[in-house]
């Protein structure tokens, strides 16, 4: 194998002259499979170097995270080799494990990395989300010893081994793995530590130790130690197929308005919700969906009742492709006006929708379970009730209008919060009011309060979405006020987003990838005002990456530091599929 490298396989004789380069500098990575590196998107502390496998940490509390997180099923292996730590060449501190994606953050403490993570760290202990466990392990592990880790996410068992002897093994709470995803870690505490890690690309660890060629239960790789039977590499060729494609559940169209009634296509499915927004001028943005009905229009920007084919223009028909939308009597056409840019968003839902009567109140549901999307109509009672969602799991960001008075678009993230909401319509920061009847959503019904926003004595409307694998993600992040941004993964590459801040008063950001067909992206709109499409590299540029997104600018709206934010984005490409940008 050695004679590989530089060799042109062609025929055509074209071999590269190596120079500089050792035969261990060649991996089994390929363009058709792509395996895990440590990821310096991540708010990047220390040094990388050997094509992101080998870290040197920054001499504090740090860790390294990987491109790629453990799926939701299956079995995983990786290996880590300690060089050393910074303080004493032959001992190391370093640790290694996973960490929860939605909290992987710049570290801030001890204390705070062992409450997001399942870690093997040094001494004899292993901390399981801020439980402390014991193992008999090396208080002071040599440098050159191999840390290997194998994480069963089907069964939520988990074996570390040091030297391929077992040292810690057990089963993860679901409480601690319910709708996770991990990202591999490997941790440096204060000593600034030297870490290879081989997610199966490299089992000389940078020509450190003797190659040893073992594969994967996929025949997939290159490991010191033989993984255990059936698991794998953190490779693209072995992530699970998607369950959905994301073309054919969730799209976006532009057009050009001509003042006429014009049928726009290209969504490529029928959406049972169009969100649309004049990108060249001050107009409201327009909310159609096919459970309500054609012509009856809610504006997100705005607390307004519905109102019923528009005097400024609305739609009229759900396509097989796209949607039909009709001139305003009054000469003014909000969907349509002559010469301007357009935009919408587009989900696909399951038509006019039909009786569920899983809670207190009966709703009528279009739901579409395997892209994790429901439109739910129901009459608030103005008391403590539940709803129906007709979703296979619970929500994890609902939205809620009142059709029928002027109250706010009462926003949930429950992920963060079920005692508190956002408004669609404005800035301001979480407020706590009887939302959600201090309860989240579970796998059948909604819980509602006694707020105008969420449960009036009123027909209304809400739309439920959970996150699905390689599809769509709810989410949140703490953002860090640098120019090398905060990196959220998504585990997809983003085709649009949504973005606000709970904590501080700031607007609602919406980007996506065909107005912004190129990085960086800076062409925004707000979901909470009329005005005309947004750009300013100062204050909105976003790289829209392969495996989530990140940002670019220290702009206080997205990126105040310390601040929370939540988020929902939706896929172009899932990751297993997916070229960087």
Same mark, same amino acid.
């Given at each position: 194998?050695s004679?590989d490298l ?6 055509n004789?074209?071999?590269w ?14 363009p ?7 990821? #310096? ?9 050997? /094509?992101?496998?080998?870290?040197? $940490?920054?001499?504090?509390w ?5 491109t =790629? ?8 292996y ?7 730590? /910074?303080?004493?060449?032959n @001992?190391?501190?370093g640790?290694?494990? #996973?960490m929860?994606?939605?909290t992987?953050? %710049?570290?801030?403490?001890?204390s705070?990395?062992?409450a @997001?993570a ?13 439980t *402390?466990d014991?193992?008999t392990?090396?208080e ?10 194998a &994480? ?11 030297n391929?002897?077992?040292i810690?093994s057990g ?12 990202v ?8 600034? /530590?030297?870490?290879?890690?081989n997610? $199966?690309?490299?089992s ?6 003797t ?5 994967d239960?996929? @025949?997939?790789?290159?490991?010191y ?9 953190l ?15 969730f ?5 050009t ?30 909310? +159609?969906?096919?459970?309500r009905?054609t ?7 705005l607390t ?27 000469? &003014?056409d909000?969907?349509n006006?002559?010469s301007?840019?357009?935009v !919408?968003?587009n989900?696909? %839902?399951n038509?006019?929708g ?11 549901v ?6 994790? +999307?429901?439109? =739910? ?5 103005g008391?403590?009730?539940? #709803? /129906?969602?007709?979703?296979?799991k619970?929500?994890?960001l #609902?939205i809620?209008k009142d ?6 678009w ?8 079920n005692?508190?909401?956002?408004y669609?319509?404005l *800035? &301001?920061a979480y @407020? *706590?009011?009887n ?9 059948t ?6 707020? $105008? ?8 409307? !809400? ?11 709810? $989410? ?6 640098s ?11 983003p085709?649009?987003?949504?973005v ?31 005005? %005309? ?9 976003v ?13 206080t ?10 988020y929902?984005?939706?896929?172009e ?6 070229n %960087?940008r």
């Amino acid at each position: 194998m050695s004679n590989d490298l530089g060799i042109d396989r062609s025929g055509n004789g074209n071999n590269w002259t190596v120079n500089n380069i050792a035969f261990a500098d060649q991996v089994v990575d390929s363009p058709t499979n792509n395996f895990a590196t440590h990821n #310096v998107l991540y708010e990047p502390l220390g040094t990388y170097s050997e /094509g992101n496998l080998k870290w040197i $940490g920054p001499g504090a509390w740090a860790w390294s995270p990987s491109t =790629i997180a453990l799926p939701l099923t299956g079995k995983w292996y990786f290996e880590t080799m300690l060089v050393n730590n /910074g303080r004493n060449a032959n @001992d190391t501190y370093g640790s290694m494990g #996973v960490m929860r994606t939605s909290t992987v953050r %710049a570290p801030d403490s001890w204390s705070g990395i062992r409450a @997001d993570a399942l870690l093997m760290t040094d001494g004899y202990l292993g901390y399981n989300f801020s439980t *402390t466990d014991s193992f008999t392990g090396t208080e002071n592990k040599s440098a050159g010893d191999i840390l290997s880790c194998a &994480i069963d996410r089907d069964n939520n068992t988990y074996n570390f081994r040091l030297n391929n002897s077992s040292i810690w093994s057990g089963t993860l709470a679901s409480s601690t793995t319910e709708g996770l995803n991990f990202v591999v870690i490997s941790h440096s505490a204060s000593y600034g /530590g030297t870490m290879i890690t081989n997610y $199966g690309q490299d089992s000389s660890f940078a020509g450190s130790k003797t190659a040893q060629g073992n594969q994967d239960g996929n @025949d997939i790789g290159d490991f010191y130690y033989t993984p255990p039977t059936g698991f794998l590499a953190l490779c693209t060729k072995n992530l699970p197929d998607v369950a959905v494609t994301p073309s054919e559940h969730f799209n976006t169209v532009l057009w050009t308005g001509d003042g006429s009634t014009k049928s726009i296509t290209g969504v490529g499915f029928q959406p049972d919700l169009v969100w649309g927004k004049n990108r060249a001028e001050a107009w409201n943005h327009t909310w +159609f969906d096919a459970v309500r009905g054609t012509g009856k229009l809610l504006q997100s920007n705005l607390t307004n009742a519905e109102t019923t084919n528009d005097v400024w223009g609305y739609l009229s028909a759900f396509n097989s492709d796209g949607f039909t939308l009709t001139a305003g009597s009054s000469g &003014i056409d909000q969907v349509n006006d002559n010469s301007d840019a357009y935009v !919408a968003w587009n989900w696909k %839902a399951n038509g006019s929708g039909s009786a569920n009567t899983a809670g207190s109140i009966n709703s009528t549901v279009s739901v579409n379970t395997d892209a994790g +999307f429901s439109i =739910i109509k129901y009459h608030g009672t103005g008391a403590n009730a539940t #709803v /129906g969602h007709g979703l296979s799991k619970a929500p994890e960001l #609902v939205i809620c209008k009142d059709r029928e008075a002027a109250n706010g678009w009462g926003v949930g993230q429950f992920l963060l919060s079920n005692t508190q909401a956002l408004y669609l319509d404005l *800035t &301001i920061a979480y @407020d *706590t009011n009887n939302y959600w009847n201090s309860t989240s959503p579970s796998s059948t019904v909604i819980s509602l309060g006694v707020s $105008g926003a969420t449960n009036a004595n009123n027909e209304m409307i !809400a739309y439920a979405f959970h996150s699905v694998d390689g599809y769509s993600k709810v $989410g949140s992040y703490v953002a860090n006020s640098s120019t090398d941004g905060t990196f959220i993964y998504t585990g997809f590459r983003p085709a649009f987003i949504l973005v606000k801040s709970s904590t501080e008063s700031r607007n609602w950001h919406i980007m996506d990838t065909t107005r912004n067909p190129h990085n960086v992206a800076n062409h925004v709109l707000y979901a909470n005002r009329n005005n %005309a499409e947004y750009s300013d590299n100062d204050y909105t540029d976003v790289d829209f990456l392969s495996n989530g997104f990140k940002l670019r600018n220290n702009d206080t709206a997205m990126n105040n530091n310390g601040q929370t934010h939540i988020y929902i984005a939706f896929a172009e490409t899932p990751f297993k599929y997916s070229n %960087a940008r």
